[in-house]
């Protein structure tokens, strides 16, 4: 089973592809330490708007439609699977006592419902956090404070007498 892969499987690049062309920016593989000791991995998070998007292989996580079950070795195959499920339903159960909105695909759905579940679930995370965006004052722009060189831009006045490397 070492050629399964956990992360980066074609539905998984496919629907970040696809939601990196429309713009939305996320994290992939990312660690969620939630409450209680629980920690979950969705395959795309949108950490600022708390949308954990999973996307799920029919086999592994036992997919009504296609799922199939396994005729030989059943005395392994079936705890297994029925493991990968439970852990499933747990981190959905963690991540909406967090806070978070779960998103999960089956690898059977088409791309395009894919990606409208997806910008659906961060469309309502934006509604959602909305009002209290709006209550925040608006920051002004304060020029930053020097002994009077130029700043560069890395934001740091340049080094005198060299080109700011480190020899």
Known sequence: MRANRRVDTKPELALRRALHGAGYRYRKDYRLDLGGGTRVRPDIAFT????????????WHVCPEHGTRPAANTWYW???LARNVERDRAADAA????GWQ??????????????????EALARSDTAAAPAVRNVPPVTDVAPVTDGRPI?????????????KIA
Not at 95 to 98: E, S, V
């Open 48 to 59: 600022a708007r708390r949308v954990a998007v999973f996307v799920d292989g029919c086999f």
């Open 78 to 80: 079936e705890p297994k």
């Open 95 to 98: 991540l909406i006592a967090a």
């Open 102 to 119: 779960v998103v999960r695909i089956w690898e059977h759905v088409t791309l395009g419902a894919a990606v409208a579940a997806v910008t």
């Open 152 to 164: 560069t831009d890395a934001g740091r006045p340049p080094v005198a007498g060299g080109q700011g």
